[in-house]
């Protein structure tokens, strides 16, 4: 007697009848860590973007998400990767009694001047100290070598006429000048250059950012716009020409007399940032996960576009895997572990294999993360279904009543 194989999809493990089961398969959930030290470093040298290999081929994915995840709280608020860290300014000398230093300005009234502050995260005062000596600095280093056609060098080179002051009541910056007349050149784009990389299919650029009404560079973050600051004349304060902050009863700018020439008045200048500066960095991370990604987002607004109505192309459809808050402020230096994160990602039809995943962490800019060379880990949670009834049964035992 030839007994046919029982169909998969019918229940043999009752007694009554043997009828159609309705669902045939479960989810099976599998857990998967990752760190970013177990990459090909050489193949993918920065963090924040990297493709590695799974431990072993998944099937059947029907969701997604990210379960945990624990950053480095680090990371630097001004970079060079991030185009914050310059600005320029140009000087309208003022005479003086050292002639040869005066002369060395006057060359140079047509060009300008530019710094690049330390990379990392600073204080109000910090930072406005920061800018401070680098400004004096630049000028000094200029003076300092420069001759004039004849070969003459500039007598007693020295230049510390900047004032940098942050007004914490205000939250904005101040930039002065106690002898000079100046003009902060914002409206002006500054080049930045990265590192380059051999393989550049595996070199992810950073997007340029000019462009952007937000975080276009370190003007910004100071609170200024997009324009050219020319120095106010201290002169309308008070009778003194001095710029006082009564909260802190401090005399921030006072004209400098010394050098001047007969028959010359002092006189100070300054700039103030337009709004509050922006010092704390980005609230969340947007982790990519390539082929995979559910989540839709708007592009920032941008100031270059033909569209009468802007936000009509202005999304991404499926642009991130998960949407990652920022806790703590990058001073912290302790890892942020996340482990309430909503981020499911649902696949329909299910996803048939997975090997290999490649991610990306940026802001919502398309800056990427700047994890500093510092180490991260995450939890991806795979959802997949499996045949719960689809088993070979050739070697399922007969009951005795059968004749074989």
Known sequence: MNIQPVPPNYNINREHQLITRENT????????TFHSEDRDVNK???ANHFEIELPESLSNIQST???????????HTFSNNYQNTKLTFTIRANNRMNSSLYLALVANIDNTYEIAIQEGFYSGKQLAKELENKMNNVVYQYLLNYTDPSGVSVTSPSYDHFKVYYDEVGQQMYIGNN???????????IEYTFPQVSDNSNFCEQSNIWNHYTKWGLPYNLGYNKEDYIGIDTSGNDTSGNIVFDYDDYTWLVPDASGL????SAKAYYVKSSNSICIDGDSVIYMEMDKFDSIDELKPYPENTSAKYKNDYNGIVNSAFAK???LNLPNNRYYDTRIDLQNMSHYHPPLSKIKKLKFKFRYHDGRLVDFRNCNFNFMIEF???RDEIARDYRNVRTPGTYNL
């Open 179 to 189: 002898y000079d007349e100046f003009t902060m050149n914002f409206s002006e784009k």
């Open 324 to 326: 990652i808050p920022i």
């Open 44 to 46: 993918w040298p920065n």
């Open 25 to 32: 398969y479960v989810l099976h959930r599998k857990l998967v």
């Open 65 to 75: 998400r990210l379960l945990e995840i624990g950053l480095p709280s680090n990371y």
């Open 261 to 264: 020439t007969p028959g010359q």
């Open 383 to 385: 959802n997949m279904l």
